[in-house]
Each structure stands twice: as C-alpha cells, then as structure tokens.
C-alpha cells in the first residue's frame, strides 16, 4: 500500500520503519524544515524497545542511551520508599532505555532516510487537511517555503503530536488540551552518576515532585547527562484535568531557575544534591501537564490517529513515546491480516483505544505517584523504618496493579 504519516516524531517514524519493514511504501510529511534534537530526557519501556529491537535498533539505541535497571520512589527527604528492577534484571525480555527524546527522533530518522529512501522523508511539509476521495485520501499539504500542494495516499496516519491538526478537524469542538494546575519544569545537566549511574528517581509528592535520571552513558571526564524534572501543583483545583493551560503547550518554552529554587533549593539527598545539579542546567524548558479525554474512535475512513494525536497523556510512568512505538507496531501488524483497510483500522482500534484510555485515567489519578503522596501524609519529616508507614506489600501489589493497566510484559518477578 502506498502510506502517507503526518508527523515524523517517535511514533510517526517508528510507523514508517514498521510499515517499511512489511513492504508498504511508506511517505512521512513533517511540518518542520530543520529537524532538530528537540526536547530531554524520555523512557523506552521494555515493551516499547522489543518493537524497536525488532526493526534491527536495539544496538544503535543501546550505544547512545542508559538501560535502566531501577525505578525508585523516594520522599523529599531522599529515602527510598519503593524501587521496582527494571530491564532484563526485572524479568522483561529486553532492557528499559532512557534516552534524549531529539537525539532518539534524528537516529530514527536517519534510519527510515537509509531504508525509505531520501525522497520519502519530506520535511518542511505540514498536513493541514485530509478527506477521502474515490476510496483514497487526499491530503492536503503545506510547503514551509510557501504555496500548497495535494497528495494522494490508500492509507493516512496522522501522528502529527497533541495539537494535532487531521484530529482537530475530526473533531473540530474538542478545544485546548486539559491541565492538571501542575507546571513542570524539564532540564538537563552533565553531572557525576549518582546511585549506580543506571537508576531513574521519583521524590517528593503531588504538590512538589523531583524525576531524575541520565539519559547518556558517562564521557571520557566521568560526567553523564542527567535529565531531571521538577513538578509544581499551581492549581490544586485541576487534579484530574479540566483547567486551561496558562499558555499553549510548547516543548521548547525556556523556563527560570528562579521558579524552582524556592521548592526545591532545600532538596539535598544523600546520594544526590538536587539545588546543585538543578542550577547547572545546560537547557530549561517549561511545559504544563496536559492531556486530553479520550476519543471514542480514531479512526474516519481511511485516515486514523497515532500516539500522543490519538491519546495525549501526562507523562507519567514512561508511557508517552512507549504508547506511540506500541501504536506504531499494532497499525503495521494488523494491516494485513485482513480483507480491507478498515477492517484493519479497526482491529488496530479495538487492540490500542482501550488500553491507552485506561492509562490516560490512571495517569488522572496520578499513576504511581500516589506512593508518594501516601507517604508524605504519614511521614511528613521522613522515617526511620519504611514498615512504620506504609506496608511495603501493599506498595508491591500498588506498582504490580499499574504495570500490568499499562501493559507491561514481565515475564518473571525478580529476585527481592
Ligand atoms: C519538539 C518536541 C519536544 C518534546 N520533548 C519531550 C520531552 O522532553 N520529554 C517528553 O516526555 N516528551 C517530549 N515530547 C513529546 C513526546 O515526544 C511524545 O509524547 C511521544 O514521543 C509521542 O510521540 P508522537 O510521535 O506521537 O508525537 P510528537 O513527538 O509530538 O511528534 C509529532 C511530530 O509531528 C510534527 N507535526 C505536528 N503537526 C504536524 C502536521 N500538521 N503535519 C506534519 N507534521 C506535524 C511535529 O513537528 C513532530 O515532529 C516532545 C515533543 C516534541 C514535538
């Protein structure tokens, strides 16, 4: 089939790769004319990097990324409530990466440029409009250096992001994304590895939040990339969604440190000094917590939706670039497998909706932050035993209740 993507970000490139891969001839039109490696730090989870391990990535990716081998929950006080293995120690078939989101765009990028062919990667060509024509799409294209031209496609997906513009159009009343009255200020540092150089950290609590972990092995000097994000509640009316964003979401929005010391300039762990390596950002970016509701089909005609255009969603619990490969593998897998194009967009449909709505909800609900806040109203100064707060049966079955929501593939439980 002769395959149009709006979007070439991680989950509109991953389709290209994945759709190449079983012999359609794939076009991506990406609104940018530069592409640039936009944005920090994200999680691949295992199930996610088996989909790129399958198109052959897995060593290119491992090269330039960490494989995380522990999710920790902590409190403001930098004790350890929880840690939950990741990667082949936690049992999964393939390792956990936690990557630059730009650099992981160019090297797929780069990738369907060598498999595709130069002439199939058009950037600089944003999809406005599409609608379907004799029983095929017809897009309709604009040229970053000016004017407008038509293209022809048996199939579109539209994996042009949140602010998608082919899902606008199907549903042109829907409005602004919904924000949670949480701001979250995203940075990266090059710093000494902290715990064992591998570990991705939640500390804190629902009103003040710290992430952090690297994103790049260490260089010659010994310093490794450390991304890192801090969340603020400014709203306590918007848990849940609901609130408009205080300004359009935009991922290269530069944020101040001055918004962030006054919460988190008192946050020094004993493995990590958080005022330190927040003030040694090399970059700083603004972003409110948006999602929206989901949708209750994707799919009109021949075009459908993809990734965060079909099911934008709080980042949390690594699902956002996760979900999108998960789409991106489920849309090549299930054309094919019947008589027509419909039939198979829907099947991709009933397999991906659900699923990613449920995550959406969970995410509402804060996902497996609400560890935190459990811990911070029992034991506000910290404890001296974990038992004395919470069970930590209970903060097992907890995790074990959301990874299995979202998807996850353990194979076996890990060694405790
Ligand atoms: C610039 C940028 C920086 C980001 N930084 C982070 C980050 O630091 N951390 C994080 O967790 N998530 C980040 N994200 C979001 C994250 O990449 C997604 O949540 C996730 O990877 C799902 O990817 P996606 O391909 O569905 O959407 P996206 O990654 O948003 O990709 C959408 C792509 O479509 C293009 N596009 C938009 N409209 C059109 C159109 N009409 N026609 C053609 N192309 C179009 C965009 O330029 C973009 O390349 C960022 C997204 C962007 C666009």
Not at 136 to 162: F, H, M, N, P, T
Not at 328 to 353: C, D, F, K, M, N
Request: glycine letters at 10%; aromatic letters at 6%.
């Amino acid at each position: 089939m002769n395959i149009l993507i709006s979007g070439g970000g991680i989950g509109g490139l991953t389709a290209a790769l994945a759709l190449h891969a079983r012999g359609h001839q794939v076009t991506v039109c990406e609104a940018t004319a530069q592409l640039r490696p936009l944005g920090v730090g994200i999680n691949l989870l295992p199930h996610a990097v088996a989909v790129l391990a399958e198109l052959s990535l897995l060593p290119a990716l491992k090269a330039m990324a960490v494989e995380t081998s522990a999710l920790v929950f902590a409190n403001r006080h930098g004790q350890t409530i929880y840690s939950d293995t990741r990667g082949l120690a936690g049992g999964y078939s393939h390792p956990q990466l936690s990557i630059h989101r730009g650099e992981l765009q160019l090297r797929l990028w780069d990738e369907a440029v060598a498999r595709l062919g130069a002439e199939r990667l058009r950037a600089g060509r944003r999809i406005v409009a599409a609608r379907m024509d004799g029983g095929q799409v017809l897009a309709e294209v604009e040229r970053s250096e000016g004017g407008r031209e038509e293209q022809r496609a048996d199939l579109l997906i539209a994996a042009d992001g949140i602010h998608s513009a082919l899902r606008r159009q199907f549903y042109p009343d829907e409005g602004a994304p919904r924000w949670n009255g949480m701001m979250m200020w995203r940075g990266t540092s090059w710093a000494r590895p902290f715990l064992d150089g591998r570990t991705m950290v939640q500390a804190g609590h629902r009103r003040a939040k710290f992430v952090v972990y690297p994103i790049a092995p260490p260089r010659p000097d010994g310093l490794q990339l450390i991304n890192w994000i801090c969340d603020r509640r400014l709203r306590e009316d918007g848990i849940g969604g609901g609130l408009t964003a205080p300004s359009r979401e935009d991922w290269s929005k530069p944020g101040s440190l001055d918004d962030l010391l006054p919460t988190f300039g008192g946050w020094r762990f004993d493995w990590l000094d958080v005022p330190g390596l927040i003030k040694s950002a090399t970059q700083l970016l603004e972003w409110p917590m948006v999602d929206r509701d989901p949708l209750p089909r994707w799919a009109q005609g021949r075009i459908t939706l993809l990734g965060d255009a079909a099911h934008p969603m709080y980042p949390i619990g690594s699902n956002g670039a996760t979900q999108a490969i998960l789409d991106a593998q489920a849309i090549a897998a299930r054309l094919g497998e019947t008589p027509s194009v419909e039939q198979a967009l829907a099947a991709y449909e009933a397999e991906r909706l659900p699923l990613c709505a449920r995550i959406v909800e969970m995410n509402r609900q804060e996902g497996l932050d609400a560890i935190l806040d459990m811990v911070e109203e029992r034991a506000p100064d910290g404890f001296k035993r974990l038992e004395d707060v919470i069970d930590p049966a209970e903060v097992a079955a907890f995790v074990q209740r959301y990874k299995a929501a979202a998807g996850h593939r353990q194979q076996q439980q890990p060694p405790r």
